[in-house]
Nanobody, 121 residues
Framework: EVQLVESGGGLVQAGGSLRLSCAAS????????IGWFRRAPGKEREGVSC????????YYVDSVKGRFTIATDKVKNTVYLQMNSLKPEDTAVYYC??????????????WGRGTQVTVSS
């Protein structure tokens, strides 16, 4: 049974930081692209960050470059998204995804249920 459980979301003031965690079980990290997506109310789903399955390269949407960092810890079977200098426009539900395809393609795979991030001004 594959399970992905996100945690670490919450309410923070603009300029603050959060670290999101995605605890994975029932799969190996080797055969997936690993990404974080977010969805704000009334807006389209947006890819935030991704780790390539082919060479481990990392990618970020322009709006978070220099502020967010994606990382994995295989010993703990966990994926992280470190978020610094948070802005109100970062407010969304954040999802981790283990994708059968590659970064930039349709994100078919295993999804967590999400964790809420709210940034106040």
């Amino acid at each position: 049974e594959v399970q992905l459980v996100e945690s670490g979301g919450g309410l923070v003031q603009a300029g603050g930081s959060l670290r999101l965690s995605c605890a994975a079980s029932g799969l190996t990290f080797d055969n997936y692209a690993i990404g974080w997506f977010r969805r704000a109310p009334g807006k389209e789903r947006e890819g935030v960050s991704c780790i390539s399955r082919s060479d481990g390269s990392t990618y970020y949407v322009d709006s978070v470059k220099g502020r967010f960092t994606i990382a994995t810890d295989k010993v703990k079977n966990t994926v992280y998204l470190q978020m610094n200098s948070l802005k109100p426009e970062d407010t969304a539900v954040y999802y981790c995804v283990f994708m059968f395809s590659e970064c930039g393609m349709d994100p078919v795979g295993y999804w967590g249920r999400g964790t809420q991030v709210t940034v106040s001004s």
